[in-house]
């Protein structure tokens, strides 16, 4: 066989021993699939891909949620040699025009061969143009197919898959992962994690994010373990729905992203007696990680038998697969001095001061350098090389060269190296500066948010050029549940940001519920509601409340 053994042969391994043990438990709609059953579709969609013109190379794109024909169509491209993408179907929650306008840009620009969605949303995907078009539920009725084990699949260096940024707008960018460089992401962090045969992965997380198809997709069907999925937007209605869900869970793994902590604390419960003592990691990842999310989370559910140790910390990136860094515990809070901080971009450590959040160490074979190899405690640019790293985006060459310079990949993201774990400090396109003063667009959003009156995650921090004054202007603009409460909103951000940062935002901009566009991953789209601002798209909810800044 010209494959990459390692891929699907402990999945197999699991077919043939355990046949009706549960590969797949989608707990919004009920459904459980074996992991005989699991074999069977894929073999089934390996062969249905084939009969509509798909061979090995092509690209599949699927714009699904979690059913059963989206996991088929996606590990059935791949058996057949064909590179499937998960991306974004069209929700609610983002703006369908731009949805639509920058697919289509996708679709042609990379012709994919294949388009499969969700029953529900054919004829948008139709739109899209220039490929053939099937539903999760072709993938569903089965076929007879040979085994998986008699089919041949590609060699290690080939593109096992794509996976695209989740941006609201622009070049959607589709990091090219091969075999080789999935295996080493799996093997590498599944041993710094200490991932067991015993284990599951419990996630809501939606495929078409790095998060949610590497950490809970790829890896444990690759080590052949149980995935628990629920639906992305049942999760947000029902958090409580998730907690139950890893309760239910022995020796589970999970990842969320920071927002969920304080989301979970505030919104989501347990009944008595129910247990987390098993719960073998909850990883915070793909967003900037606070101490504080993570200490009212344990300190809310800690009574439930959940080890403080269990919270742990990723640094991770679709170029690099997935992990860059992992704790091995619960990280480590460096207290460091705010002052020299802000002015000389170095991290000196300070009792009592500003505290930032440890991401843990490299994964074995990975390298990270700060800047052109700046000393422990200074910021920089973070570089990374190792094993899982890619060699850049499909057909984007002009990009993959800004990017992927000499074996190393520019993240943009900014942090430092402290006895040897990596803390992240924001990003350079974050990076606000006010009279030389360097502000951090999330730690901004967290000061407005922890007013108590902004909507949890719906404000959003950017800079604005002030030409008068030779620096950037700061401007805030927060969802606000309610009217009636704008000034004392306004003055409460104002108040934060000054006491913290001594300067004023130039303007604070309150807005109606769910006006602040989204990225398809669920993040608030700083570059899009820049753009909105500056266009005067965003609607004030009653009053405007601006402020020169002084």
Avoid at 28 to 44: A, C, D, L, N, Q
Avoid at 163 to 173: I, P, R, V
Avoid at 297 to 309: I, M, N, T, V
Avoid at 358 to 383: Q, W
Wanted: hydrophobic share 40%; glycine share 10%.
């Amino acid at each position: 066989m010209r494959t990459a053994p390692w891929y699907f042969r402990r999945f197999l391994e699991r077919a043939d021993r355990d046949a009706s043990r549960v590969c797949l438990e989608l707990h919004s709609g009920g459904t459980k699939v074996s992991f005989g059953e699991m074999e069977r579709g894929i073999s089934s969609a390996a062969a249905r891909l084939a009969d509509n013109g798909v061979g090995p190379g092509d690209i599949v794109l699927i714009f699904a949620h979690h059913d059963p024909g989206t996991f088929f169509a996606f590990f059935g491209a791949q058996l057949l040699g064909a590179v499937p993408s998960f991306m974004s179907p069209p929700t609610s929650r983002q703006p369908v025009d731009l949805w639509a306008r920058d697919h289509a840009a996708l679709v042609a620009r990379i012709h994919p061969a294949l388009l499969v969605c969700g029953e529900g949303i054919r004829d948008e995907i139709a739109q899209l143009g220039g490929s053939r078009v099937l539903t999760t539920g072709d993938f569903e009725t089965l076929r007879p197919a040979p085994k998986m084990q008699e089919c041949h699949c590609v060699e290690p260096d080939r593109i096992a898959f794509l996976q695209h940024s989740s941006g609201t707008t622009g070049l959607k960018k589709g990091v090219e992962v091969t075999y080789r460089q999935l295996q080493a992401q799996v093997e590498s962090f599944a041993s710094v994690l200490g991932v067991a045969d015993e284990d599951c992965v419990v996630s809501w997380l939606p495929v078409y994010h790095d998060m949610g198809l590497i950490a809970a997709t790829l890896m444990p069907f690759a080590l052949g373990l149980p995935i628990a999925l629920l639906d992305p937007m049942h999760w947000l209605e029902e958090p409580s729905s998730y907690l139950a869900l890893l309760a239910s869970k022995p020796n589970s793994f999970s990842w969320l992203p920071n927002f969920a902590f304080p989301f979970l604390v505030q919104r989501g419960s347990l009944p008595t007696g129910a247990d987390l003592s098993r719960v073998r990691a909850i990883v915070n990842c793909s967003e900037p990680c606070k101490a504080s999310s993570m200490a009212s989370f344990h300190s809310r559910f800690g009574a439930h038998g959940l080890p403080s140790s269990a919270i742990r910390v990723c640094y991770a990136m679709a170029e690099y697969v997935f992990a860059v860094t992992q704790t091995e515990g619960a990280a480590r809070v460096l207290s460091i001095d705010p002052a020299v901080f802000d002015s000389d971009h170095r991290a000196v450590p300070r009792p009592n001061g500003r505290t930032v959040v440890s991401v843990g160490r490299p994964l074995p074979g990975t390298e990270i350098r700060v800047g052109n190899g700046l000393r422990d405690g200074d910021v920089g640019e973070l570089f990374v090389r190792g094993p899982s790293l890619c060699s850049g985006y499909h057909l984007a060459p002009e990009i993959t060269a800004q990017k992927f310079v000499d074996g190393w990949y520019r993240t943009g993201d900014l942090g430092f190296l402290h006895e040897g774990e990596l803390y992240i400090t924001g990003r350079l396109d974050d990076v606000i500066i006010v009279r030389g003063k360097n502000l951090y667009a999330h730690d901004v959003e967290m000061l407005a948010t922890q007013t108590g009156l902004v909507r949890a995650g719906r404000a959003v921090a950017f800079g604005l050029e002030d030409a008068e004054l030779g620096t950037e202007k700061l401007i805030v603009v927060a969802e606000v549940g309610a009217a009636g409460a704008e000034r004392e909103t306004a003055k409460a951000i104002r108040t934060a940001i000054l006491e913290t940062y001594g300067l004023s935002p130039a303007d604070v901009l309150l807005v109606p519920p769910d006006t602040l566009v989204k990225t398809s991953s669920g993040k608030v789209s700083r570059s899009e509601n820049r753009r909105r601002y500056i266009a005067k798209l965003l609607k004030p909810w009653v009053t405007r409340e601006g402020l020169r800044a002084s």
